[in-house]
């Protein structure tokens, strides 16, 4: 999955992201993202009683809001526009039953694969502007790494369910991404395929029309006509 993973952000930096309104709009969700993931710790912060542990948690919370205003900025000049967040139903992580340590567990595990994501991109993107805010923050997120896994044993988790969580998040991940890669496919193959019929067709049919329209002649009645009017 990783060698897919890689090939999908090197076409889309290489060749979607062409289009900068694309390009754009991913800036936009990059940003809700980490704003996602502030929202997230602020629930789990308040379920934590312990000074220690809540003053961690919230330094890593603060670290992803600056991140979150990272790409607001990023989005602002490269964009030459305001910038407008994305509107979206934000759910709980979980049920309300589950330890806190899942939630924290869930941030860890999308840390680590936004840290992966961003390396590729920076690896592949030519902007010399973009690539430095970039490296800038997968260096921070890659601190956060080692702080989140501490933070779940200071929590009270055991090592084992700590692993165990971390597999069962990443292969429910894995399969969101996967069914997500296979859903922009088909929509690209389809909108393709239409283009292609479109193109095809479309004259034929317009020379069609056009020979219809000269074969149509209107024949009336003057007789009928008058007795209508009168």
Do not use: C
């Not at 090939?7 to 979607?16: G, H, P």
């Not at 990023?74 to 979206?88: H, I, R, T």
């Not at 806190?100 to 999308?110: M, R, T």
């Not at 992966?116 to 973009?130: A, E, G, L, T, V």
Request: hydrophobic share 40%; proline share 3%.
């Amino acid at each position: 999955m990783k060698f897919l993973e890689r090939a999908f952000i090197f076409l889309t930096v290489k060749i979607i992201w062409k289009y900068r309104p694309i390009f754009h709009k991913a800036l936009r969700r990059f940003q809700a993202v980490e704003a996602d993931g502030v929202w997230h710790l602020q629930r789990s912060l308040d379920q934590v009683e312990d000074k220690k542990t809540r003053f961690k948690l919230f330094l890593h919370l603060l670290e992803e809001e600056s991140h979150a205003d990272s790409f607001a900025k990023m989005y602002e000049k490269m964009a030459d526009e305001k910038f407008v967040k994305l509107l979206f139903e934000r759910r709980p992580i979980g049920s309300p039953v589950d330890p806190l340590w899942k939630s924290i567990a869930f941030v860890h595990i999308g840390e680590e694969h936004a840290t992966d994501r961003f390396q590729y991109i920076s690896k592949f993107h030519n902007d010399p502007y973009f690539k430095k805010n970039i490296d800038s923050i997968v260096e921070d997120e890659m601190g956060h790494v080692d702080l989140t896994d501490n933070l779940l044993l200071e929590v009270g988790a055991s090592r084992e369910d700590i692993d165990n969580e971390y597999k069962s998040i990443a292969q429910n991940r894995w399969k969101e991404s996967f069914f997500r890669l296979l859903s922009f496919i088909y929509e690209k193959f389809a909108n393709t395929i239409l283009s292609i019929l479109y193109y095809i067709f479309a004259p034929f049919l317009f020379l069609q029309s056009r020979k219809k329209l000269k074969q149509y002649n209107v024949s009336l009645d003057s007789n009928k006509i008058k007795r209508f009017e009168s």
